[in-house]
């Protein structure tokens, strides 16, 4: 089992800044992905940014440029930090988990919600 604990969500102005960090516990694999997700209201969740434990990093197209995954193994947390927020990256971010092992181990976090005004 894998627990996850979401924080920095909030509301800011368009143009500005976030930073989302996600906290792993439990049954952490050396070789995993952690990842964060959003899902804006009437829509499919979908990737915004993943970090495998090696380094390698991912991100959708709309937020390359302005966001920046990181990670730090040894407290088994994981980072997003937003700039240039617009009006389209509305949504609530989840943290998502998943260890490679003798087992493949999903988890979610709970989420948090970022709200850009205009």
């Known amino acids: 089992q894998v627990q996850l604990v979401e924080s920095g969500g909030g509301l800011v102005q368009s143009g500005g800044s976030l930073r989302l960090s996600c906290a792993a516990s439990?049954?952490?694999?050396?070789?995993?992905?952690m990842s964060w997700y959003r899902q804006a209201p009437g829509k499919d969740r979908e990737s915004v940014a993943s970090?495998?434990?090696?380094?390698?990093?991912d991100y959708e197209d709309s937020v390359k440029g302005r966001f920046t995954i990181s990670r730090d193994n040894a407290k088994n947390t994981v980072n997003l930090q937003m700039e240039n927020l617009k009006s389209a990256d509305t949504a609530v971010y989840f943290c998502?988990?998943?260890?490679?092992?003798?087992?493949?181990?999903?988890?979610w976090g709970q989420g948090t919600l970022v709200t850009v005004s205009s």
């Open positions: 970090i495998t434990s090696g380094g390698a990093t």
């Open positions: 998502n988990y998943v260890g490679f092992g003798l087992r493949r181990l999903d988890a």
């Open positions: 439990g049954t952490i694999f050396s070789i995993n992905r």
